[in-house]
């Protein structure tokens, strides 16, 4: 991910924080009272400085967890209860700090007094974030040059959809239309391009979901990174699915038939 943020043009990033070249991890806090001054060390994000202790809720940045996270130089790997994992990088809650969203594949610069609208300096646009989505369900809007925007969410199966395209092409599983897939409720029906028409609802990519598949009449369970094995509710075991066919004509391998299991031909009736 270190690519994405060396390689960027300084020309490209906000006039305000353009110039914001100097990284403070610690930011010392001066509260003047009766008496001798008492010092007070904050962190990047504006908390109170406890190494100890890396589970954080920010009154404005909400949950994370910093344990990969520099303070001291200004950078590093948080664990976000709402963005997932973020590549942090800047100055500070004060002056403002960049951040790689690996599921958007692109770089937010943000601060505490603008929070939860972020930046996005390859287009140029503001966007907002609405509060208290989740890693594969958040939704952003988006501010148009001409005044007008509109909304894009997070991706149930992993990445941002184009909101101006009726097709998704996926690194995972495949190329769909979801028209007709609600991303924030998490469940509806999609265009598969093998596997037909389907009915999914769960949780998300990383956790998986279950479809129906309305041909072979069952529910399949799956997620990312064993696809394109499927477990079957029906026979209470798993299939493999041969990658490649389209709704008229698919292969499935059965681990429950017999010793040694069996290819099976799915047509259409």
């Known amino acids: 991910m270190l690519e994405h943020w060396n390689g960027r043009s300084s020309a490209a990033r906000p006039v305000a924080c353009r110039n914001a070249t100097v990284r403070l991890g610690l930011m010392v806090a001066v509260l003047v009272g009766v008496g001798p001054a008492v010092v007070a060390a904050i962190d990047f994000f504006g908390l109170p400085a ?28 948080i664990a976000h209860r709402e963005h997932g994992w973020l590549y942090v990088s800047g100055t500070g809650f004060g002056q403002g700090f960049w951040m790689w969203d690996h599921i958007w594949e692109r770089w937010w610069w943000t601060r505490q007094d603008v929070y ?17 989505g989740e890693p594969s369900g958040r939704a952003l809007y988006e501010y148009g040059e001409d005044g007008e ?11 941002k959809p184009d909101p101006f395209a009726d097709d998704d092409e996926e690194f995972w599983f495949g190329s769909y239309d979801d028209a007709d897939f609600d991303h924030r409720e998490k469940r509806g029906w999609i265009d598969h391009q093998e596997h037909g028409r389907i009915y999914v609802r769960g949780r998300n990519f990383e956790q998986g ?27 209470n075991g798993w299939l493999y699915y041969h990658v490649g066919g389209g709704p008229e004509s698919r292969r499935f391998f059965d681990y429950q038939a017999g010793q040694e299991g069996e290819w099976i031909d799915v047509e259409p009736e």
């Open 50 to 77: 406890n190494p100890a202790v890396h589970e954080r809720s920010s009154p404005w940045f909400g949950l994370y967890n910093d344990e990969h996270f520099d303070h001291l130089h200004g950078e590093g790997w």
């Open 116 to 132: 939860p609208f972020l930046y996005h300096d390859e287009d140029g646009a503001w966007w907002y974030y609405d509060l208290a």
């Open 149 to 159: 925007g509109h909304w894009s969410t997070v991706h149930f199966f992993g990445r």
């Open 209 to 235: 979901f279950w479809f129906w598949d309305a041909v072979i009449e069952d529910w399949l369970w799956t997620r990312a990174d064993i696809y394109p094995f499927l477990y079957s509710d029906d026979r």
